[in-house]
């Protein structure tokens, strides 16, 4: 069933686990994923950046696939459908599209037009029961052509951006889109802590999943990190595993070109990153 974030991030701040959020990028890809959670009995977040929605012929065509696969597919479990580092407008378009959740990423403009805009849109998804989520502090890489520096984000801005009465928070904590480097840091638990104090029982939200140790994530997860986004992990296990399909010569053996066929092994080990995932995360039998 299509329902808001909010519920399903609130339970699992206070039983100490994640909800995972996994992007979409075509039918295969969303049938995946929800046939995993309710096979585990997990909550999910389907996440759609802007540039998969526009991929995928709009945001009206994203909302009526998600629904109407929830009900041929008899999906049970907590579903929401969220836009991820959503625009001002691109917000507004999701909202009209019946998604349930939007993040509006306003951390590329001052704090006090962050504030104002997200002011804004808390009002609107609320009065539409949608949950909403902002950002405060850039996440490092580069996504769908927004890239950022990876600034971590200042506790008292993220309190000012809670107090807004938004549903959960994303803050930059040296967390990166995309594959990480080996030089990479990790994450920074200091800044993390230091938002959780100034912003209590607020679910925050940790960004760029893909790559982070296992005991990064569980300390994460101890500290108030309620949902945690993946997408490169699938994008990578879908390629390798199509790439072998392709490379064994399985497209040229009777009709092994069919699209069912080919895409076939990909979405299978979409199936299996996004178990990993969820046992990791916590979230199996908490729907």
């Not at 998969?52 to 929830?70: I, Q």
């Not at 999906?75 to 993040?103: N, R, W």
């Not at 405060?136 to 927004?146: A, K, L, M, N, W």
């Not at 200042?154 to 938004?166: F, R, S, T, V, Y």
Request: hydrophobic share 40%.
């Amino acid at each position: 069933m299509l329902v808001s974030a909010k519920r399903m991030l609130d339970k699992a701040r206070e039983g100490k686990y994640a909800v995972g959020q996994f992007n979409i990028n075509n039918l295969e890809w969303t049938k995946s994923i929800l046939l995993t959670a309710q096979e585990l009995q997990s909550p999910v977040i389907l996440g759609v950046s802007e540039g998969a929605g526009k991929y995928m012929a709009g945001y009206r065509t994203v909302s009526a696939m998600v629904k109407a696969m929830l009900e041929e597919l008899n999906i049970t479990v907590p579903v929401a459908l969220h836009l991820d580092h959503g625009s001002y407008e691109g917000c507004y378009q999701c909202i009209k599209a019946g998604f349930s959740s939007i993040m509006f990423d306003g951390s590329h403009y001052s704090i006090e037009e962050n504030i104002e805009k997200t002011r804004e849109l808390v009002k609107v998804a609320h009065a539409m029961g949608l949950s909403l989520e902002a950002e405060v502090g850039s996440i490092g890489g580069e996504e769908d052509g927004v890239v950022g520096l990876g600034e971590c984000a200042d506790p008292q801005e993220c309190k000012a951006i809670a107090d807004l009465g938004i549903d959960f928070l994303a803050a930059g904590i040296g967390n990166i889109h995309g594959k990480y480097p080996e030089n990479w840091p990790g994450l920074r638990f200091d800044v993390l802590e230091s938002i959780k104090k100034a912003v209590g029982d607020m679910p925050l939200v940790l960004h760029g999943g893909t790559g982070i140790p296992e005991d990064m994530i569980k300390k994460a997860v101890s500290l108030g990190v309620a949902k945690i986004n993946v997408n490169t992990e699938c994008q990578l296990t879908f390629a390798a595993a199509t790439r072998a399909y392709v490379e064994a010569g399985k497209d040229l053996e009777g009709k092994g070109f069919d699209p069912r066929k080919l895409l076939a092994p990909g979405a299978e080990a979409i199936k299996g990153t996004v178990k990993e995932k969820m046992e990791l995360f916590g979230s199996v039998g908490k729907a």
